[in-house]
């Protein structure tokens, strides 16, 4: 079964930087769009960026101007690039994709989650 696996995230200071990757443990299909979630204590989980296989972006608009999402297609990797970090950004993110297995149907995937921490 595919799985998303994350890496990066960690603690930082307010104003800094952390950049955060997800691949697809096996080759899929398809993948459509892959995106970048996250929550906080106490709030649902909402969008921070998505970005279609064809490139076309979408931010919340709290990080706009501050996150680059990214993605490459032949490694089935999005990356989340995260500028200017501020105490408010601190959450679990979690990655999310919408593929087609090599076998099955498309459906949403989740990754595990990464701890983003900005310290103030």
Known sequence: ?????????????????????????????????????????????????AITSGGNTNYRDSVKGRFTISRDNAKNTV?????????????VYYCNANLIPLFGSRREYWGQGTQVTVSS
Request: charged share 15%; proline share 3%.
């Open 79 to 91: 990356y989340l690039q995260m500028n200017s970090l501020k105490p408010e950004d601190t959450a």
């Open 1 to 49: 079964q595919v799985q998303l696996v994350e890496s990066g995230g960690g603690l930082v200071q307010a104003g800094g930087s952390l950049s955060l990757s997800c691949a697809t443990s096996e080759r899929a299909f398809s993948i459509n769009t892959m995106g970048w979630y996250r929550q906080a204590p106490g709030k649902q989980r909402e969008l921070v960026a």
